[in-house]
Each structure stands twice: as structure tokens, then as C-alpha cells.
């Protein structure tokens, strides 16, 4: 009988490849391979692996005769054409598991630093500029943190939390019955009026594209801090530097954005506002992607492979 064979187009950890072989895959490591290139030979493979080089879209799985799984190393699956897949029974494995924590800690680094100015105060030491009252910062201690989506990383990131003597609330259209120890589930309309922080972690999907914009925005009561670790097409940035304008929004963190990587980030017409605003902090879509999660990634898909 002829082995499965498994493409992977992506870099990932070795343990993936090593474990897959174990379970008696073929797998096929190529991960400087472009989508083209992969096009013309899918049909030879029961499996695939991707991070985020390319979509596996329609044209990608009608090409692909003998698919019968794509494994996606990382939480979402906004690059694969979930309802295709479903058609032509393809599984989906993905592992929210295996980032969840570097998300999470990313999160609390993100505002902390917010809060405190960090990134501010380092810029205006290394320019000979001492200035501590423009620099005083808030404190976490007795504030209400507002998570929107209470899956893998929005629960730990409350967990993350537990420590800092915050009052956690978590809205989830998806999920009732989910308060733990970690954060007490509520309405969207409680998140609104009580939330010192926002914190965003929901998948990107039609209903959640641009959710949050100037009207959602609008609806809050008191002035607050947001961190969107999820995905960037979220969050409209135009009406997010307007609500930092008018005060609404104290500072952002910011690990996606709508458009990333250069040169399309540049070209857009918000993007010299957002980095001329010192309210706003950016990092490069690496919330989930540390040292330790490059291992722990495969090591879930590996594992879901195995129980496949």
C-alpha cells in the first residue's frame, strides 16, 4: 500500500515533519516553494501545511485530487476556504493550543507598556529629554478588562491577567455558560459601558470584518485602552486614530493591522497618521509567534494529525 504524502509549503518546526514520518507519512519539506510552483504538484498529496505564504482557496483544492487534510500552523483559518474545504470533505487542523500563551503574554506586554508610556519615555531619554510628569502612567489594579471572543486566547489572556487584581468581563456571541475563574461572561452592552481596556480575540470572518468601527467605537462610556491581537481587518484604523484624537481611546495596541507588510502597508492613506501617533503601538504580527511557539505549534499538529 502507498504511503500519504504531505507537503509542507511553510516553515515550521522539524518536529511536525519528524512525528508525521513516524506516523507514516511521506512528507515533502519545501517551504521556500511558491503557491505556483505548489499548484502543479498538489494533486500528488493527501495533506498540505501552511502558515500564511497563501490562501488554499477553491482553485487550490479543486486542484488537489487526493487532499484530504491541510494542516494550518496557527489559530486561524481566514487563509483556507473553510466552506470549500467542507465540500469537498477536506479537515481542517489548526492549533490555537500551541500560541495561545504567546498571544496572551504578548497582550499584558502590550499594555503595560501602553499604560506606562514605555515606549515614549525610552524615545525621550535617548534624546537627552527627562520628563516624568508627561510620562506618569495608569495602573491595571482595580480596572475592568473587556475581552471580546472567549476562546484559546482570549482565555488566556485573562488568565494572563489574574494577577494584575483586574475585574475581567468576556463577551462571546458563540458561547454562554463560559464564566470561570478567569472572567465573568456578560452582555456586549456591559463590555461597552465598563471596559478600561478592550482587548480583541475573534476570528476574522464576514461578521467580524471592520466590527469594530467609529459607531461601535462611539458607544463607549468612559475613555479606554485597545489591543488587537487577533487579526487586523477587525478593527477600521481610520476610525481608530479618530477616536484617539477625540480622546475616546487613551492608546492602542497593535500587533495586526488591515493591510500588512511593506510595500502595501506604506501606501495606504492612514499610515503616516498611525505612526505619527505616539498613542499607538505596533508590532509585526507576532503576538503568536515566539521561539517557543514555533515548536509548540507542530507539536499540536502532530498530535491532531496522529488522532486524525
Known sequence: ?????????????????????????????????????????????????????????????????????????????DNIDVKHASLKNIKLLN??????????????????????????????????????EGNRGFELKGKTVGIIGYGFMGKSFAKKLSGFEVKVIAYDKYKTGFSDAFAQEVSMEEIVRNSDVLSLHVPLTAETRQMVDREYLFHFKKPFFLLNTARGEILNTTALLAAIDDGRVLGAGLDVLEVEKFPALAEQDWYKELIGCEKVLLTPHVGGWTFDSYRKISEVLADKLGNM
Open 1 to 77: 500500500m502507498k504511503s500519504p504524502k504531505i507537503l509542507i509549503v511553510d516553515d515550521l518546526h522539524p518536529v511536525f515533519k519528524e512525528r508525521a514520518a513516524a506516523l507514516g507519512y511521506v512528507v515533502d519539506d519545501q517551504p521556500l516553494i511558491s503557491r505556483e510552483e505548489a499548484l502543479s504538484v498538489i494533486a500528488n498529496y493527501e495533506g498540505i501545511a501552511v502558515r500564511t505564504k497563501f490562501r488554499i482557496d477553491q482553485e487550490f483544492m479543486d486542484a488537489a485530487h487526493q487532499l484530504k487534510f491541510v494542516a494550518r500552523a496557527g489559530a486561524g483559518l
Open 95 to 132: 492549533a490555537p493550543e500551541g500560541n495561545r500563551d504567546a498571544v496572551g503574554e504578548h497582550a499584558v506586554g502590550m499594555l503595560l507598556s501602553l499604560m506606562n508610556n514605555f515606549n515614549r519615555a525610552d524615545a525621550e531619554i535617548r534624546k537627552r529629554i527627562w520628563y516624568r
